[in-house]
């Protein structure tokens, strides 16, 4: 029980440094596992997903052009201390770039909702409820569902109900975003981006089988 508290109590200071602080620790967390993934075809696919979330979190230009995806591929080599192998568009920068002086980056002090989705989910929510075409807003509800149990499923052990992820976004966006849960499951609109092999703890909560660990009786 104690590990366990421990655990939980994670410090920002107790945590390896993030090579670039914009993005967040939860994108850092996906990096440190694309890494870890053997299957190169699932690597390179996994890559393009990261590169595109970095761009939708990104304060620059979101159009592709090949300047800018350069740069976003650039800070995934970064993110992962140049020791990725996969097949980019753009090849892995010199690692002398990183002596350059980054640009400041602007910080917010409100308290985050939630700190296991962090901060950009929460600026991912105020960009969907500015959107005005419905269809590209579910859209985009969507995808941060799939973020958010993608970043759920990195920090904890424990499943998380599409209910439970639907609920988040409507506390994270003051109701201002709605959730068609039957579609959801339907559809597995929230499927975690990444999937994660860890075992989990479905089990929480529930009492014994009869018959397990029976105890044995006296003659």
């Known amino acids: 029980m ?29 990096v440190k596992h694309l890494r870890t993934v053997e299957d190169r075809e699932t690597r390179n696919k996994m890559a393009y997903t990261v590169v595109d979330l970095i761009k939708q979190l990104s304060s620059g230009p979101k159009d592709y052009t ?9 800070d995934l080599y970064i993110m992962s201390d140049f020791n990725l192998d996969v097949d980019s568009p753009f090849p892995m920068p ?12 602007k910080y917010v002090t409100d308290e985050v909702k939630f700190k296991h989705y962090g901060r950009n989910i929460e600026l991912l929510v105020e960009k969907a409820i500015s959107i005005e075409d419905e269809e590209e807003k579910q859209a ?3 995808y941060i569902g799939r973020l958010m149990k993608t970043f759920y499923t990195t920090w904890n052990r424990d499943n998380v109900t599409e209910e439970a992820i639907a609920d988040n976004i409507k506390q994270l966006s003051n109701g201002k975003l709605s959730v068609d849960i ?37 003659n």
């Open 182 to 218: 039957d579609h959801v499951k339907a559809t597995n609109g929230f499927d975690a981006i990444f999937k994660d092999n860890r075992p989990r703890n479905n089990n929480k909560g529930k009492r014994p089988s009869k018959g397990s660990n029976p105890k044995r009786r006296r």
């Open 66 to 74: 090949n300047e800018n995806m350069q740069k976003y591929w650039d």
């Open 94 to 105: 010199e690692k002398e770039i990183l002596g350059k002086k980054p640009q400041p980056v």
């Open 140 to 142: 985009a509800v969507y």
């Open 2 to 30: 104690k590990e366990e508290a421990k655990t939980m109590l994670d410090y920002n200071t107790q945590r390896p440094e993030m090579k670039l602080k914009e993005y967040g620790r939860n994108v850092q967390m996906l």
